[in-house]
T-cell receptor, first 112, second 115 residues
Framework: RKEVEQDPGPFNVPEGATVAFNCTYS??????FFWYRQDCRKEPKLLMS???SGNEDGRFTAQLNRASQYISLLIRDSKLSDSATYLC?????????????FGKGTKLSVIP | NAGVTQTPKFQVLKTGQSMTLQCAQD?????MSWYRQDPGMGLRLIHY???????DQGEVPNGYNVSRSTTEDFPLRLLSAAPSQTSVYFC??????????????FGPGTRLTVL
């Protein structure tokens, strides 16, 4: 089982739609979780951290289920500008440092 | 602040050539790292540094060297380029070593093609 798995998509959704992405991770020692956004031919940028209690940032809601080793991202009222690839990222700490493991990403296209 | 800068933006090499990808940050970040991103793959860690004078290997270090003589700079050297090293290379930095407390900032990337 890959360390971080995501559905690659693409997800093609109309403007205003709600879309959800899922991610699973295999290492139960993982400690922190993130969603990054990567626009075409650009660098990844942090979208939001994911907390155990779930967290919301405007139209974006992230959820974490440690028992099932599962992370989700919900985007409400999709905008054209949300079109991007969304990367699920998991952090493990050890030996005085940390390691981030990136999923392959889920591509979202929001259509007018 | 310029953030994380990388040069060059694009590079074409022939097999066997060597070159250095430059990375610099002006945020006084302690932790810097190099990733490669290949089509259909997640970003993979090549090397990282927890501070000046300290470097360590990541997931895919073979064929690459790094050094960290200053806090600001973290160059990545390809010793003898191979077609398998064709990729997009991203440099990243974080204030401290924990992504859970500090945001990781990425440079704009270097697109490398090895013929």
């Amino acid at each position: 089982r890959k360390e971080v798995e995501q559905d690659p998509g693409p997800f093609n959704v109309p403007e205003g739609a709600t879309v959800a992405f899922n991610c699973t991770y295999s290492n139960s020692a993982s400690q922190s979780f993130f969603w990054y956004r990567q626009d075409c031919r650009k660098e990844p940028k942090l979208l939001m951290s994911v907390y155990s209690s779930g967290n919301e940032d405007g139209r974006f809601t992230a959820q974490l289920n440690r028992a099932s080793q599962y992370i989700s991202l919900l985007i409400r009222d999709s905008k054209l500008s949300d079109s991007a690839t969304y990367l699920c990222v998991v952090e493990r700490s050890g030996a005085g440092s940390y390691q981030l493991t990136f999923g392959k990403g889920t591509k979202l296209s929001v259509i007018p | 602040n310029a953030g994380v800068t990388q040069t060059p933006k694009f590079q074409v090499l022939k097999t066997g050539q060597s070159m250095t990808l430059q990375c610099a940050q002006d945020m006084n970040h302690e932790y810097m790292s190099w990733y490669r991103q290949d089509p259909g793959m997640g970003l993979r860690l090549i090397h990282y540094s927890v501070g000046a004078g300290i470097t360590d290997q990541g997931e895919v270090p073979n064929g690459y060297n790094v050094s960290r003589s200053t806090t600001e700079d973290f160059p990545l050297r390809l010793l003898s380029a191979a077609p398998s090293q064709t990729s997009v290379y991203f440099c990243a930095s974080t204030l401290t070593r924990a992504a859970s407390t500090d945001t990781q900032y990425f440079g704009p990337g270097t697109r490398l093609t090895v013929l």
